[in-house]
T-cell receptor
């Protein structure tokens, strides 16, 4: 299994509070992605990174920011959490973007009350 | 815009039966196509990746075919087992920016 660790695994927070999710990889892959998975919407890309300090928006990036200061870490921040951001968040990695297989972490279940 | 559809949404079969899962996409100018498996409460595991130049890809009991011109891929799972019970998703890169578009998945139950 690819070495991807997401933390925390579960989090409950209140509306309006900031939240940071962490993705850590030991594979030295260039590309890292944040997805959210919701019933009825499937998997949707939030942000992705193609190198240290190189990031770009996905299809549902509003309300989210990311940072990648090291190859192995990709952080997703909800500046002011809303109930609509209750979801399961997955991190994924790949060496050559979508030209090869993506490897996913185990996910973070986030509940915003 | 690339749209990916998987039909049926759910499938229940007795153990030993062969499984046929379908994936269709609207933009045939794809780079490749991936099939994933997701177990409840878990992340996705990539099963097979078919390059656009390939017609099929095989791994053990799994075989995936690709017909770009008709916008379809099929995942075959031979001699199904209860351990094959999971949700299977397909994904293709969008032609304009190469980000993946996922289907909603087919949830498979294999009855012992």
């Amino acid at each position: 299994d690819a070495g991807i660790t997401q933390s925390p695994r579960h989090k409950v927070t209140e509306t309006g509070t900031p939240v940071t999710l962490r993705c850590h990889q030991t594979e030295n892959h260039r590309y890292m992605y944040w997805y959210r998975q919701d019933p009825g919407h499937g998997l949707r890309l939030i942000h992705y990174s193609y190198g240290v300090k190189d990031t770009d928006k996905g299809e549902v990036s509003d309300g989210y920011s990311v940072s990648r200061s090291k190859t192995e870490d990709f952080l997703l921040t909800l500046e002011s959490a809303t109930s609509s951001q209750t979801s399961v968040y997955f991190c994924a990695i790949s060496e050559y973007g979508v030209r090869e297989k993506l490897f996913f972490g185990s996910g973070t279940q986030l509940s915003v009350l | 815009k690339q749209e990916v559809t998987q039909i049926p949404a759910a499938l229940s079969v007795p153990e030993g039966e062969n499984l046929v899962l379908n994936c269709s996409f609207t933009d045939s100018a794809i780079y490749n196509l991936q099939w994933f498996r997701q177990d409840p409460g878990k992340g996705l595991t990539s099963l097979l990746l078919i390059q656009s130049s390939q017609r099929e890809q095989t791994s053990g009991r799994l075989n995936a075919s690709l017909d770009k011109s008709s916008g379809r891929s099929t995942l075959y799972i031979a001699a199904s087992q209860p351990g094959d019970s999971a949700t299977y998703l397909c994904a293709v890169p969008r032609s304009n920016d190469y980000k993946l578009s996922f289907g909603a998945g087919t949830t498979v139950t294999v009855r012992a």
